[in-house]
């Protein structure tokens, strides 16, 4: 077996606990003006946690944050962004004015009145020089389901708009085409709960400690003393304080999850009961695996053979077995198959709709759980398949709309949206809510792709993002507690967003403007019962009627508040008891396939498409660096706390032998290259990498001047963690 590894304190535990300690003081050693006079509950705007926070106010107007006792997500703890929320709503350079490019190049400020008029006159005069194709949006899991919807509804049968798609492609669309392969309905079949209560938790391809940080602790609080195995090429926090890490070689993952199978097969560990009652296709997988004995894989993934046998035999031994995964799982050349060889290993041990069991993915944005429902662009609103009359009809019924005004198919993926610009396809673009010109991969690429444009809108909270720069018209909206509507968690619990401040000057929040969009485009009837986020959601309810994600029984957003819905919650006999706040799916071994069959997928794992080479010998890793940044940073750049935890700049990882042949030592300026760019970095040598590997985090803002365009063939995610690249001094 395993031998135990010794546990540390990390980043994540050791700032929620010092602002757990600065949030317990005594009222009477705060200064008057920050004393509040009311507080009332939001969820968090970062990450798909969902933490629910007090807000403090004082004559209507928030002054501090602090995380809510008795939230049964985070129940009185929260990461550092979430402490930190209010500081970049209150930053001086907020968007505060509509600004236009003028001829001669200059970003002027223009009324409200003008700047729909632009954008109306630069949508259409895009679609009738080139076709109506020819515009496209590119959105986000960061803003409400109200808006996400309103937007899907605006665009694609007000605005004409075909093709639109969503950052959360690049983060969890693998396990999206997973899920509905594998169960039949893109269902996480999980509570956060499942943490606390099994004796084996696998961390694959994930980093909680670091990047869902409140959800490390609840692991860390399970009184089982459960096993924790990481699966993971970098020595992460969370495999630091592990009981066991196998530290493989870089996406190597698909046949490493193979050879568990095979060894459960092999050994006797399978559920047999669970494996005839409730799956298909075990045959096969049965005869695929059969390909994978570790002492074939453990060269492949170089571990040890005694390491596969070990996390073989700690899954199929365990009493209640939950496999976590995220990015490193979902951002593969092959991502959805691995994440589909891991849902494998839970139904060939049975482990799925019991307490502490699950294949579990742990998604990123807020509310990207809210955009894989309501987003009608990889699906019609509510889950629902886009060429099935009924789901069309019970659509047009629900949003008193014809139903021919429903679009037929999907949309373009984000890589085909990009891919359409560089073809002359697509002319025009709307950007809401993101940072393609940071986050996109191989972002060399997407800057020129944006700088081609002939109109290109951009609607955010500041006008500066690298997206931003590359805008024809920019459209200044209100963020995080300046706006109301619900976000739904990885979990499928439903949070809700209070507007606790007012958004600076003339921003107006996103559902505010998709409504004064529609009237200025002359489709103000289309979105006529939108008439406010609360409305909107009772639209989201009887468009969800009959789904596996029926929302239909939650009382109102009174209900949601007290953090108590997770889907399903729908009407009539199968309603929650009144006391019920944790739900987790499949608990009666029915799946939502025709059959009610959970399936068993499996394909042969490729190697990742970009090779080593002697001019870029290092495999580059990329992730989240930090508990206190987000993403691009352009929120939490913005609070200074936040940037004393994480400094701005790049910084490599590097292993001392690499560094040692290169002349490198831990703060050495370096420059990273690889075929596509180069970023300055510092130098960090540290064995938490393997030798021949470097890691670099997500957040500096030339991490993507290095990465690699792979998507995987089904998802079309990108594959953001594996390229070529070699360290230098500067
Ligand atoms: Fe919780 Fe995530 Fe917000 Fe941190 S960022 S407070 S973990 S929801």
Known sequence: MFERLVPVRTEGQLSSRLGRRAGGFHLGQVPADRVPDMITRSVCGYCSVGCGLDVHLQGGRAIGITPSPTHPVNQGSACPKGWELLA??????RAGTPMRRSPAGRLEPVSWPEALRAFVSGVREVQAAYGPDSVAFLSTGQIPSEEIALLGLLARSGLGIRHGDGNTRQCMASTVVAYKECFGFDAPPYTYADLELGDVIV????????????????????????????????????????????????????????????????????????????????????????????????ADCDLAESEIEALAHVIGTGRAVSIWWTMGVNQSHQGVRTAQALIALALLTGNIGEPGTGANSITGQCNAMGSRLFANTTCLFGGRDFENPEHRAAVAGALSIDEAVLPREPSWSYDRIMEGIASGAIRGLWVIATNTAHSWINQSDARELLGRLEFLAVQDLYHDTETARFAHLLLPAAGWGEKEGTFINSERRLGLIKAVRRPPGQALADFWIFKAIASAAGCAAL?????????????????????????????????????????????????????????????????????????????DPTPPPERLSSSYPLVLLTGRGSSAQWHTGTRTSRAPALRLLAPEGGVVEIHPDDAAVRGIATGDPVEVRSARGSMAATALVSPTVRRGEVFVPMHAASTNQLTFPVFDPHSRQPGYKHCAVDVRRR
């Open 527 to 603: 979105v006529a019962p939108w008439e406010s986020p609360e409305a909107a959601f009772r639209l989201l309810q009887r468009l969800t009627a009959g789904m596996p994600c029926d929302i239909t029984g939650v009382d109102g957003w009174e209900h949601i508040d007290t953090g108590a819905a997770q889907w399903p919650y729908p009407d009539g006999a199968d309603r929650p008891s009144p006391g019920e706040v944790e739900r987790r799916l499949f608990s009666d071994g029915r799946f939502h396939t025709p059959d009610g069959r959970a399936r068993f997928v499996v394909d």
């Open 88 to 93: 970049p709503m209150e930053a001086h350079d």
């Open 203 to 298: 961390f694959w391809g994930a980093n909680p400690a670091i990047a869902h940080p409140i959800l490390w602790e609840r692991a860390l609080r399970n009184p089982n003393h459960p096993e924790i195995v990481v699966v993971d090429p970098r020595r992460t926090e969370t495999a630091m304080v592990a009981t066991h890490h196998l530290q493989l070689r870089p996406k190597t993952d698909l046949a490493l999850a193979y050879a568990v199978g095979h060894v459960l097969i092999r050994d006797r560990l399978v559920d047999r009961r669970f494996v005839e009652a409730h799956t298909s296709g075990f045959e096969s997988y049965a005869a695929h695996v059969k390909r994978f004995p570790p002492s074939v894989v453990a």
